[in-house]
């Protein structure tokens, strides 16, 4: 990555004694859009707080275009917030809170009025310029903060949670404009989320955290498909996540049955993890699966309907857009390709991954 | 401590009697002395100014028995009636105040039926012969410029117009506009020369030698001299104020039998004396005076000369017209 | 760094502005001459008169029990109304606000003879009227630290206690009041202070033969103040800061000393 | 009124006992002539030549004195917010403590600080510099009231300042304001009533001093404060006082309104 | 409902001029659990702060086991809220936070520290006990503010966006500990959420609401397939919303193309609102479906790939397992019992669903 607009060097910040962030490496490409995902006080705000310059490492570096920023004040970094807790000025209006920033910048007049205009348009709040922060409801807060960051049109963006308070409709609306308004400006966008398929769809790049701790660093798809780990597996999805042995390439033995798969290169008769995705679990007829199951519970999502399914003394989680009730026999087929296979942890870092599990 | 505590419902009791006078104007051993001669206890209240006073003795409910305060603030409640005849002939030391000062306060008591002389002196200049190389004899030297920003002038109002008035001859008693607008001129005229206008510091800041020359009590003169050597004081040829604090029997009083008892009790040679050795005034108790030694007698800081006396003249209390014209006056002139 | 630096060497001058003047008059406690401009050499004189003095320490008595006793229940009423306050609408608000600043605004002495005509016509001039003026000028100050603090709060936390079961009474105490103490505290501490620092206003709603401090001071003014008055200004001064540097640092120490036994 | 509101009941019994009807007597010595007639010439005497020029002077005084208060407390509230020692209360006494000593002492102390021959002099002169003449002028008396006041500026500007949310900060910082943008635009605005408060509890008695002018001013000059003060004690024209004194009070109360009203929130009112 | 712990009757409330809510009328039944669910700013807080006893409406009543409460102060009802900024007390540690409740009834001081010990493991927060609010992560704080709520076993809980900061992993956990708190303590809860997938998974019986106006009111799986309208159809879930016309029973030609389907009771050549989840869009091959069309967008979701195809002029969202990547045409095929059909709107109430479509 040689394009890298950010660099975060080794960051590594304690509170209380306790390590939040361990050496935390990450290089961020211009225009990329990043996520940081992790469980709850994984140290994701942490981490933006580092780079937004509101919080300094206890050691570590944050290179920004090649120049160390770690000790400039956050006004004069390109980067701008927009907070977990929207940190809306109360004593303005929302026009004079989103005009901030501009008027710092001695932006003319009419700029200024365009640029709100443009803003409040973008978040679907058009007309509320003379509103007072404290009448509105949490999500418009919300999209207020998003509206007073973004037209300050930054190099970096920082995106702490900005979506949270959304409802999906909304949200969905708003992943499109920042994507949109990502690309029209230039603008790299670091993003927080504790919604796996929010960061799955708008992010480049993701960053898996637990603990202060990088688990795995790709693609979405990667990520999805390919997790390093037994923790970013079950993070990122639902799963079913059991132990195996691999008795030989290609072939894992779960639970007493064999199931082939399509992995390689483990050593003969090592311990392993094994990870199914519920949606890969399909519905054959009693005895015709690999393993024969009860379902135990039904749950409906919506787009599908989710199931529990007693199995070989696992209960297996299922997906499927038709509805087997409880009671239901049924036999429980995998394809190959659908299962994964991933090494035990060994390292002290590993270990932390299987405490969550 | 059970004074502290003391509540109005035992003033006006048979055993009390309530006391207005100036803040450090008695030595407060001699209360406790009252009280154990004759059973009657003191309430003691002090005030710093003669119109403290009577807006206390005025306004409040309080029953005071004896105020003692300045000579036009005397002649003022004389006027109004608030006071009560003291009767002499029940008094066993009356007679220690000496004649001279019984003509003098004529001036304010005209017919001496409501009060007796406690302490008086004169006003006067104030310098350091250190930082004055001639021997001040008139009021001149405040108005002529020579000493610029080296003057403390007396910051009340008959103390300051007093300077001039005298300086140019007139009396300290006038009600003549001329005349008081002829001092305002001389007083504006001085003021860039004034250093400070000053009533209680006057001493301190003189002994700290902050100032050459300040218009001046004698009383005050006197301690300053105490502290420096240098510090002289003078009353100017012209003639000045002398001044006279006096105790009136009040009419609100509810015990006059007690307040007489006390008033006896402070012309009394022994209790006068420890008055007098407090606050080292010139008192009018002759018991007292001839007691003392020649030096202290004869301290012109002390008592003044006769001839010294007779250029002198009292205040008196002022028209309402006139009160209001001078404190215009004063407005004017401190506004300036 | 250097900005630490130089933000303790502004808090050490706005201290030392503070305390110089108090610093000039514990030395002349120690000055064995009366007047204040002559130094006569050092003694310990003044303090063993002043604690042989019963009228001062009846006044001191009186300036302190005056002063919590007023500095206390004006807290109590500028509490109370600072709450409703905050409550109304903006033309109560103001006028409430602006009525209740008079005696702030009044030159002493009109508070003062305001308050004598009103006392001498309905009761007796005494120690009482003493604490109701000065409850009367005190209470301002209490308002008027207290009522900004409620206007920057977030009442959301108010709502929550009361959600949780609390009444209005205790969500106050619980909730609101630990979050408006210091301003509570600042309020009591700036009545107490008004209240010793009086004259005016005392002298003329006190009765004959009662004195605080102030009176005392001032009675002497014209013939010089004693030197006594300084030994107790630095006697109190000493008080007051033992008192709370004991009360800011014992709990500290004993903290450790906890820490260092626990391990 | 809600009930909320209620609760400002003895208050209000109160000022009405204690304030509002002495003021009445006040106010009858102000429409009277002195002999029993009625005139509003009382309080029309303020603007008098000599009055208004006096109002104008304690106005121009207690102004600077309430602007230099403010200039020194609001630094100083946001350096003790940001080196974050001590208990909250400890700074109120720490402030407040130097009040405990009388008035009239302190005042004189300052008197031997600045005089000629005082001890700022003294050591001006070890040092080798020229000495002052900072005695009896009005540097003096705003020395003196800056003094008197400051902790009366100090403590609800602290106050306001400590309750400031941290997040509001960052979020100016992070859309590119300095610290000066900061200050104006963000804490200044957020801590007003602090302010307000602070500056209504030093303008005012500033306004109506009297005692400091007379001490440290060397006497040279009259406030409105002193020339009420000197009607009622020395020249005993209560009728005059009590005009004046009602005049200064219309006069406050009218700006203090108008601060008020003028910005459409009580939350945030500029002076 | 005879049952009903709550009944909100014709609530109206302004802001400004604004009508927030306008005669709405719920009954809520004992232990039952009910989602309220709309866009943001539809007035979903002001009616849980109705409830709460926080704001008073401006017309009608709040009935709490058969007695009027509209009037009753916040602590004098048998109702606790998680508040949706979570309010907690910065000056209390975290068990002080959660004892607070508990201390007022006067509870013995075991027991409280059972409960507090009980609430935090409840929430995944052992240990917390002596931390300070301000210290926390967001998501840790929103935990917090749930177990001080619920360790008062109020009859009724009161939920506004409780799960908002939490990650996927939690939130499930959450849910489920929620529901079983729920049915252990028998209380009914009152949900606010704006995931869609939550209110579907969660709850008894779902209020979408709209504008103040509630739209639709029934159980997920009513809600889910049998939309009342448009706007709850798109709100509820992605879904294709398409202009048709019903020329008889059981027939609706959409775009030009006749779709079989099995709605009936409609006027002769009504207009309607057809409604295709995107998931039930089946791809076959070219010119084996109903439509032609080209996939023109991919989008990585996780479970599926969301694929926009173009056809017969409309941008059809299309969910799916497998890829199919832009420029790929495929065929288009919709089962007749996956078509929704509804009637246009005609009403003032309904107009402002259009609107927000
Ligand atoms: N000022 C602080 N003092 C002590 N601990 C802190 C402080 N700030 C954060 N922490 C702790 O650091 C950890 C990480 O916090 P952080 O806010 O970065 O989490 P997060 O990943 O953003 O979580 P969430 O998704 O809940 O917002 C948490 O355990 C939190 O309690
Ligand atoms: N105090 C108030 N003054 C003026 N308007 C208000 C006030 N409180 C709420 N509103 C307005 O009422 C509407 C509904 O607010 P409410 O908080 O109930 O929304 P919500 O459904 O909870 O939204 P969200 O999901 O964003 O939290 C919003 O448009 C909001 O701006
Ligand atoms: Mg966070
Ligand atoms: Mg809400």
């Known amino acids: 990555m040689e394009q890298a607009i950010l660099n975060l060097q080794h960051l590594t910040k304690s509170f209380d004694g306790k390590k939040i962030l361990d050496d935390l490496s990450i290089d961020i490409g211009r225009n990329e859009f990043v996520t940081l995902l992790g469980p709850s006080g994984c140290g994701k705000t942490t981490t933006l707080r580092i780079i937004g310059g509101f919080a300094t490492p206890d050691e570590g570096k944050v290179i920004f275009e090649g120049k160390d920023i770690t000790n400039l004040s956050p006004d004069k970094r390109h980067i701008n917030t927009v907070f977990q807790k929207y940190s809306l000025f109360s004593h303005m209006s929302v026009g004079e809170n989103i005009a901030f920033g501009l008027k710092l910048k001695k932006k003319s007049k009419s700029y200024i009025q365009d640029k709100i205009r443009y803003a409040l348009k973008l978040v679907d709040l058009e007309g509320f310029e003379d509103r007072h922060p404290m009448s509105l409801s949490g999500g ?55 919604d796996q398929e929010e960061a799955l769809t708008m992010s480049d790049r993701i960053i898996v955290m637990n603990q202060g701790l990088i688990q795995q660093v790709g693609t979405p798809v990667d990520i999805y498909n390919e997790p390093q780990n037994a923790f970013v597996a079950d993070f990122i999805g639902e799963s079913n996540i059991i132990d195996g042995v691999m008795p030989k390439d290609c072939l894992v033995e779960i639970l007493g049955c064999p199931f082939p798969c399509v992995d390689t290169g483990f050593a003969p008769n090592e311990n392993v993890d094994v990870v199914i995705r519920p949606e890969d679990m399909e519905f054959l007829e009693k005895g015709k699966g690999m393993m024969d199951g009860v379902v135990t519970s039904i749950l409906f999502k919506g787009v599908h309907y989710e199931m529990k399914v007693q199995a070989n003394g696992y209960e297996w989680l299922a997906h499927s857009t038709i509805a087997y009730h409880p009671g239901t026999e049924i036999g429980l087929y995998v394809k190959p390709e659908n299962i994964q296979i991933m090494h035990k942890p060994v390292s002290a870092a590993q270990e932390v991954i299987k405490k969550n599990e | ?180 607008q002829v001092a305002q001129n001389m007083l504006l005229e001085q003021k860039p020369d004034v250093e400070a206008y000053f009533v209680d510091e006057v001493r301190e800041e003189m002994v700290a030698g902050n100032a050459a020359l300040a218009v001046c009590y004698s009383g005050e003169a006197y301690l300053a001299n105490e502290y420096d050597e240098d510090l002289e004081y003078v009353v100017p040829e012209e003639g000045s104020n002398v001044w006279f604090d006096s105790w009136m029997m009040m009419k609100k009083g509810e015990n006059h039998e007690g307040a007489l008892k006390f008033l006896d009790f402070l012309c009394r040679e022994d209790i006068a004396m420890k008055n007098f050795e407090e606050i080292y005034y010139p008192t009018p108790n002759t018991a007292v005076y001839d007691q003392l030694d020649e030096e202290t007698k004869e301290d012109p800081l002390i008592f003044p000369s006769e001839a010294t006396l007779e250029k002198c003249e009292v205040y008196k209390a002022l028209d309402a017209d006139t009160t209001a014209y001078y404190s215009q006056l004063w407005k004017e002139l401190k506004t300036s | 760094m250097v900005k630490r630096f130089f933000m303790k060497f502004y808090l050490v001058l706005i201290i030392a502005f503070l305390y110089i003047p108090i610093a000039v008059l514990v030395v002349l406690s120690f000055n064995a001459s009366r007047s204040r401009v002559v130094w006569g050499g050092f003694t310990l004189k003044w303090y063993q008169i002043l604690l042989h003095n019963s009228d001062v320490v009846a006044a001191l008595q009186n300036t302190l029990t005056i002063g919590f006793a007023s500095a206390a229940i004006a807290t109590g009423i500028g509490l109370l109304a600072a709450i409703g306050i905050d409550a109304m609408k903006k033309r109560s608000y103001s006028l409430t606000l602006g009525i209740g600043n008079i005696p702030m605004l009044n030159a002493d002495i009109v508070t003062g003879i305001a308050l004598m005509l009103w006392f001498s016509r309905f009761t007796s001039l005494g120690y009482v009227s003493i604490l109701l003026a000065h409850v009367t000028f005190n209470i301002p100050y209490v308002i008027l630290s207290i009522l900004p603090k409620l206007q920057q709060m977030d009442m959301s936390v108010y709502e929550a206690a009361r959600d949780l079961g609390a009444n209005s009474v205790t969500a106050f105490f619980r909730v609101v009041f630990p979050m408006i103490f210091p301003s509570v505290v600042s309020g009591f501490f700036m009545a107490l202070t008004m209240s010793m620092d009086d004259f005016v206003v005392t002298y003329f709603t006190k009765g004959a033969g009662i004195n605080t401090l102030s009176t005392m001071i001032y009675g002497e003014l014209k013939r010089g103040i004693k030197p006594e008055m300084y030994a107790l200004s630095t006697l109190i001064f000493a008080v007051v800061l033992v008192v709370l540097l004991l009360a800011n640092f014992v709990p500290e120490i004993r903290q450790k000393q906890l820490k260092k036994a626990a391990m | 009124m809600n009930k909320r509101s209620l609760l400002a009941t003895p208050y209000i019994v109160w000022i009405i006992g204690f304030t509002v009807l002495p003021i009445l007597m006040i106010v009858f010595y102000a429409l009277g002539d002195g002999n029993g007639g009625f005139t509003l010439s009382n309080i029309l005497a303020i603007f008098e030549p000599v009055h208004l020029k006096s109002l104008l002077l304690a106005l121009w005084l207690a102004l600077l004195c309430t602007v230099v208060c403010l200039l020194l407390a609001y630094p100083l509230a946001v350096i003790l917010r940001k080196l974050n020692i001590g208990k909250k209360g400890l700074m109120a006494i720490i402030v407040i403590l130097p009040m405990w000593v009388n008035f009239v002492l302190r005042i004189m102390a300052w008197q031997l600080l600045l005089s000629r021959n005082g001890i700022i002099n003294a050591i001006l002169g070890v040092l080798g510099l020229p000495g002052q003449d900072l005695a009896n002028s009005n540097v003096a008396i705003v020395i003196g009231m800056v003094y008197d006041y400051l902790p009366f500026m100090i403590l609800p500007v602290y106050n306001a300042v400590m309750e400031l949310n941290e997040d509001v900060i960052e979020a100016a910082r992070d859309l590119g304001a300095p610290l000066s943008a900061v200050l104006t635009k963000i804490m200044i605005p957020l801590t007003m009533p602090g302010i307000i408060s602070g500056i209504t509890m030093v303008f005012v008695p500033s306004l109506t001093t009297f005692a400091i002018p007379d001490i440290l001013g060397g006497g040279k000059i009259m406030l409105i404060g002193n020339i009420i003060e000197q009607e009622f004690s020395t020249s005993m024209n209560w009728n005059l006082g009590s005009g004046l004194s009602i005049a200064l009070m219309i006069f406050v109360l009218i700006s203090m309104m108008f601060t008020v009203k003028n910005d459409g929130g009580k939350e945030s009112s500029v002076w």
Not at chain 2, 55 to 81: F, Q
Not at chain 2, 119 to 141: A, C, K, P, Q, R
Not at chain 2, 149 to 166: F, G, P, T, V, W
């Open chain 1, 140 to 194: 418009q807060q919300q999209r207020i903060a998003i509206a007073r960051a973004i037209v300050n049109e930054p190099e970096v963006l920082l995106l702490d949670e900005p979506l949270g308070a959304l409802d999906l409709k909304l949200r969905q609306d708003m992943q499109q404009e920042l994507i949109k308004i990502k690309n029209e400006l230039g603008i790299t966008f670091i993003f927080v989320t504790h």
């Open chain 2, 1 to 180: 401590e059970e004074e502290s505590s003391v509540d109005m419902s035992e003033a006006g009791g048979k055993n009390t009697i309530v006391v207005l006078n100036y803040g450090e104007y008695i030595d407060t051993s001699v209360l406790k002395q009252f009280q154990k001669e004759t059973g009657i206890k003191v309430l003691y209240e002090e005030a710093t100014t003669p119109e403290e006073m009577y807006s206390k003795y005025k306004a409040s409910t309080i029953p005071y028995d004896l105020i003692c305060s300045s000579d036009y603030m005397v002649e003022r409640l004389i006027e109004e009636g608030e006071t009560e005849e003291i009767d002499f002939s029940q008094m066993q030391y009356i007679d220690n105040i000496g004649d001279l000062y019984w003509e003098m306060s004529k001036s304010y008591d005209p017919e001496l039926k409501y009060s007796i002389p406690y302490f008086w002196g004169t006003v006067g200049i104030l310098y350091n012969t250190n930082m004055v190389d001639e021997e001040i004899t008139s009021w001149d030297s405040l108005f002529n410029g020579k000493y610029a920003r080296e003057i403390i002038m007396q910051n009340s109002i008959r103390d300051a117009y007093m300077c001039a008035l005298k300086y140019k001859g007139y009396s300290l008693n006038t009600t003549n506009h001329k005349e008081l």
